[in-house]
């Protein structure tokens, strides 16, 4: 077969096309006074922060998101899809531990403290209810361990306490112990259960009526604990981990296993697989070029069938869009269309679920103050396949056949008092 190169414009659009929505930033909903903190609301989605899309109202939160010392507010915010632009749905505390007051998990009013999310929070659709688990509290930047559901209706914390690992060699620890937190935190449509990583290399389910892990797999994952996100293909029961320069399939429908799973993973029980993927896998590392424990932004694209996520442009300008295609394993890197505006850059601590699809429009949120970027137009959905990252198709004509061509778990944080060296 002779492989023959044809420009992709021949076929279809090549490019994302983005709208800054106006008046869309958090930072036009701010409390007044601002809380303590020596960063600032900026740290409310700089400073390792994830967050939950609430698919029945059609709106991301953010949750108590700042900590350690740069910012000690906890209240909560909604962007709302249907309005374009943020909300703020509650007041920060005002029992906020200030410092040098010692700080605690659980503030005197019953509600939690602010931190650095990292991938502990998601949503549940079946409680209609936000969840945040884990990462480095405010003020002193120590682990808070409690998980915390945020019902929607009413607006209110429920303090659910430490979840406790089950997996094999590791049991009774508690899940999230680290600095850190977790990395991702995956909403299971069929198991109706958070998905997340586990002690070690274990991958669990969270079963939050017993407050303790069920362990799925042994992952081989590089430095499981950090850098990486995931992203759920729940009709094909696939799920998706990237980061620390690489991307990891793990297949819900095979047995469940506990086999014991050393640092960084047991090769003999690794029930996951790494990918050897081409194209543009550059996307895969990009934690690694800006904050060893940030997220990548994931999505899943359930009409095209792809991993989409959210990098950088080749001069790191700008933001881009990647899509894995599952089957070849190539991952294409699309370019902003030139007619609207260029998407930002990922944010520096991480982006995670801050870049979400909902029906036929992605999203990003990367900066306080920054607007939210929007694009409703894919063009991976126009092709059976995507290219290659050089943005051209194969097409076979006849002929003779021819083949073509650490960041580390727990790290100490300053105290709040001395600028936090970011």
Same mark, same amino acid.
């Given at each position: 077969?002779?492989?023959?190169?044809?420009?992709?414009?021949?076929?279809?659009?090549?490019?994302?096309?983005?709208?800054?929505?106006?008046?869309?930033?958090?930072?036009?909903?701010?409390?007044?006074?601002?809380?303590?903190?020596?960063?600032?609301?900026?740290?409310?989605?700089?400073?390792?922060?994830?967050?939950?899309?609430?698919?029945?109202?059609?709106?991301?939160?953010?949750?108590?998101?700042?900590?350690?010392?740069?910012?000690?507010?906890?209240?909560?915010?909604?962007?709302?899809?249907?309005?374009?632009?943020?909300?703020?749905?509650?007041?920060?505390?005002?029992?906020?531990?200030?410092?040098?007051?010692?700080?605690?998990?659980?503030?005197?009013?019953?509600? *939690?403290?602010?931190?650095?999310?990292?991938?502990?929070?998601?949503?549940?659709?079946?409680?209609?209810?936000?969840?945040? !688990?884990?990462?480095?509290?405010?003020?002193?930047?120590?682990?808070?361990?409690? !998980?915390?559901?945020?019902?929607?209706?009413?607006? &209110?914390?429920?303090?659910?306490?430490?979840?406790?690992?089950?997996?094999?060699?590791?049991?009774?620890?508690?899940?999230?112990?680290?600095?850190?937190?977790?990395?991702?935190?995956?909403?299971?449509?069929?198991?109706?259960?958070?998905?997340?990583?586990?002690?070690?290399?274990?991958?669990? =389910?969270?079963?939050?009526?017993?407050?303790?892990?069920?362990?799925?797999?042994?992952? #081989?994952?590089?430095?499981?604990?950090?850098?990486?996100?995931?992203?759920?293909?729940?009709?094909?029961?696939?799920?998706?981990?990237? #980061?620390?320069?690489?991307?990891?399939?793990?297949?819900?429908?095979?047995?469940?296993?506990?086999? =014991?799973?050393?640092?960084?993973?047991?090769?003999?029980?690794?029930?996951?697989?790494?990918?050897?993927?081409?194209?543009?896998?550059?996307?895969?590392?990009?934690?690694?070029?800006?904050?060893?424990?940030?997220?990548?932004?994931?999505?899943?694209?359930?009409?095209? &069938?792809?991993?989409?996520?959210?990098? &950088?442009?080749?001069?790191?300008?700008? #933001?881009?869009?990647?899509?894995?295609?599952?089957?070849?394993?190539?991952?294409?890197?699309?370019?902003?269309?030139?007619?609207?505006?260029?998407?930002?850059? *990922?944010?520096?601590?991480?982006?995670?679920?801050?870049?979400?699809?909902?029906?036929? !429009?992605?999203?990003?949120?990367?900066?306080?103050?920054?607007?939210?970027?929007?694009?409703?137009?894919?063009?991976?959905?126009?092709?059976?396949?995507?290219?290659?990252?050089?943005?051209?198709?194969?097409?076979?004509?006849?002929?003779?056949?021819?083949?073509?061509?650490?960041?580390?778990?727990?790290?100490?944080?300053?105290?709040?008092?001395?600028?936090? !060296?970011?």
């Amino acid at each position: 077969m002779l492989v023959v190169g044809i420009p992709l414009l021949a076929f279809a659009q090549t490019t994302v096309r983005w709208e800054a929505l106006p008046n869309s930033a958090l930072a036009l909903h701010l409390p007044s006074p601002l809380p303590q903190g020596s960063t600032g609301p900026g740290a409310i989605i700089g400073g390792w922060t994830s967050a939950a899309f609430d698919s029945k109202r059609g709106q991301l939160l953010v949750l108590a998101a700042g900590g350690h010392g740069d910012y000690s507010g906890n209240e909560v915010y909604a962007f709302r899809e249907d309005l374009g632009r943020f909300e703020r749905l509650t007041e920060p505390s005002p029992a906020i531990v200030r410092w040098p007051n010692p700080s605690v998990d659980v503030l005197v009013d019953g509600t *939690p403290p602010a931190r650095h999310t990292y991938g502990g929070v998601g949503y549940d659709p079946v409680t209609d209810s936000a969840f945040v !688990c884990g990462g480095s509290r405010s003020w002193d930047g120590n682990p808070t361990t409690p !998980c915390w559901r945020f019902h929607l209706a009413p607006l &209110k914390w429920e303090n659910l306490g430490a979840i406790i690992s089950s997996a094999a060699g590791y049991a009774g620890l508690n899940v999230f112990r680290a600095t850190t937190g977790v990395p991702w935190l995956v909403w299971d449509p069929g198991a109706l259960k958070f998905l997340t990583q586990d002690v070690a290399g274990v991958i669990s =389910y969270l079963n939050l009526a017993t407050m303790k892990t069920e362990p799925v797999a042994c992952s #081989g994952a590089t430095n499981p604990s950090a850098g990486h996100n995931a992203v759920l293909d729940s009709s094909g029961r696939q799920l998706y981990m990237i #980061g620390n320069g690489e991307t990891r399939r793990l297949d819900l429908g095979r047995p469940h296993t506990n086999a =014991y799973c050393s640092w960084p993973g047991s090769t003999p029980n690794t029930t996951d697989e790494k990918l050897a993927t081409t194209g543009a896998n550059e996307i895969e590392g990009l934690n690694l070029a800006m904050d060893g424990s940030g997220g990548i932004g994931l999505a899943w694209d359930p009409e095209a &069938k792809l991993v989409v996520a959210y990098g &950088k442009t080749a001069d790191q300008k700008a #933001g881009r869009v990647y899509s894995l295609d599952p089957i070849t394993k190539v991952w294409t890197a699309w370019e902003a269309n030139p007619a609207g505006p260029l998407p930002p850059l *990922p944010t520096g601590t991480g982006v995670w679920n801050r870049f979400w699809l909902h029906g036929q !429009c992605l999203y990003v949120v990367t900066a306080t103050s920054l607007p939210v970027y929007r694009a409703c137009s894919f063009p991976w959905r126009g092709l059976a396949r995507p290219p290659s990252s050089s943005l051209q198709r194969q097409v076979a004509l006849p002929s003779p056949s021819i083949a073509p061509p650490l960041h580390p778990p727990e790290v100490p944080r300053p105290p709040a008092h001395v600028p936090c !060296c970011r």
